[in-house]
């Protein structure tokens, strides 16, 4: 690094978004440019003002704080991310003017860009300015990435130990954490269990462990001093918030947030489950066995939103302890198990499952699965062959309803529903 960039670095103000913001303003004065630096998920760190320079995607990026869809998926196309010196990057949108892209690194690491609109009339001067206050704005990301790791490590141990099934570890996270006041004291306490299925293999991938570790970074960023913990874990996070209740719970605001930002980076489902309490801190563990529940139910049963409250799910909290594993296919209802040995297994428990879904409604259930009702009453009257139940039983009804959900919360829906053993029925 440049003398001149590092000194650029300790005038432009404290080692916060207060002095990256300063960087930008100045570099955009001296060069009489609209100035914008971007995360590597090419999300809005910064912007100056204009200068009359911009075009319709820069307005709509600041105004927004982020960027269209299409742009970032062109952008990215375009690999960015192996950039170590300025490019020159063009757009196939109509309206939207050539960019120089400095990527910002310290350390061997990308994190971000500094972008300049570029009519042609850059000078070697002006992209060599750019270039050095990239450097100073990398040593500060990277400053600022290094203490976030190192506040997120300490508060992942102390919330793991606050969810602990050890009594003696709880303890002594709640004694360290009121003794370092690290965390408000309060009654309300809500938590968040954010997750996506794990691969088949159980691989964690490396773009999958970057997007979580932003996630859990932006989390931070966001709170309110004393009020967030954060832990990630291998597929998914863990978010703690303590203060006082208001009107739509905190998390839950936090948790949609962070699933719609890791389904836009990694391309996968997330989902996440949350709850909340009165009782303080020394009742985390119970929110977040809560937390754990509602979020497999989210994740499983497709009558859910991805984002769930322990309330919310209802009775199926009961179905949902039921870990992963708990029960093999042997153990479920002998009339779902027949139903499952026919060919069209899947179509037939589809339909049941709807039809239960929906309380017998069958105008309503014909709607959702789009055929006719005469194909609906068919299809139920092959069920009732199949199974020896009867819809009209509502024992019938509840074993069949729960033996569905069952398989679906333990994870063997779909081995289920393709046995190779099948039935010309």
């Known amino acids: ?49 204009h200068f009359g320079d911009e075009d319709e995607t820069r307005v709509r990026s600041v105004l927004g ?45 990308l994190l971000g860009f500094l972008w300049l609109i570029d009519d042609g009339r850059l000078t070697e001067e002006q992209i060599a300015d750019s270039v050095e206050v990239a450097e100073a704005i990398g040593l500060r990301l990277y400053r600022r990435d290094v203490a976030l790791e190192r506040r997120r490590a300490r508060m992942e141990v102390l919330l793991r130990g606050l969810v602990s099934s050890d009594v003696a570890t709880r303890g002594d996270a709640l004694s360290e954490l009121r003794e370092d006041d690290l965390l408000r004291e309060a009654d309300h306490v809500e938590v968040a269990v954010i997750g996506c299925r794990p691969t088949a293999d159980g691989v964690v991938d490396r773009v999958l462990a970057t997007a979580l570790a932003h996630a859990a970074d932006q989390v931070l960023r966001r709170a309110p001093e004393r009020s967030t913990l954060v832990w990630v874990r291998r597929t998914g996070l863990v978010v703690l918030v303590v203060g006082e209740q208001v009107a739509g719970h905190q998390v839950e605001q936090v948790a949609a947030r962070v699933a719609a930002e890791l389904v836009r980076t990694t391309g996968d489902r997330w989902t996440a489950g949350t709850e909340s309490h009165d009782d303080g801190l020394v009742e985390a563990r119970k929110a977040y066995q809560h937390a754990v529940i509602a979020n497999r139910a989210a994740q499983h049963l497709p009558e859910f939103p991805d984002v769930v409250t322990w309330q919310g799910i209802g009775v199926y909290g009961l179905l949902a302890m039921l870990a992963p594993g708990d029960l093999d296919i042997s153990s479920y209802p002998v009339p779902l198990l027949r139903l499952a040995q026919h060919r069209g297994a899947r179509q037939l428990v589809e339909t049941a499952e709807t039809f239960l879904d929906l309380a017998g409604d069958v105008q309503r259930a014909a709607a959702e699965l789009h055929i ?46 393709t046995s190779p053993d099948r039935s010309s029925g």
């Open 65 to 109: 704080r982020d960027v269209d869809d299409e742009v970032r998926e062109l952008v990215q196309a375009q690999n960015v991310w192996q950039l170590t010196e300025p490019a020159r990057l063009t757009l196939p949108l109509p309206g939207v003017t050539p960019r120089l892209c400095v990527p910002i690194r310290c350390a061997g690491l």
């Open 1 to 49: 690094m440049s003398k001149r960039a590092w000194d650029r670095l300790h005038t432009a103000g404290p080692e916060d978004e207060a002095g990256l913001q300063e960087a930008v303003d100045a570099l955009a004065e001296r060069l009489q440019r609209s100035v914008a630096v971007d995360d590597p998920n090419i999300s809005l760190l910064a912007a100056s003002r």
């Open 372 to 417: 006719h009702r005469a194909t609906l009453y068919q299809r139920l009257s092959r069920i009732e062959q199949l199974t020896g139940l009867s819809f009209a039983s509502g024992g019938d009804r509840l074993a069949l309803h729960l033996g569905i959900k069952i398989a679906r919360l333990a994870g063997t829906y779909d081995r289920l529903v």
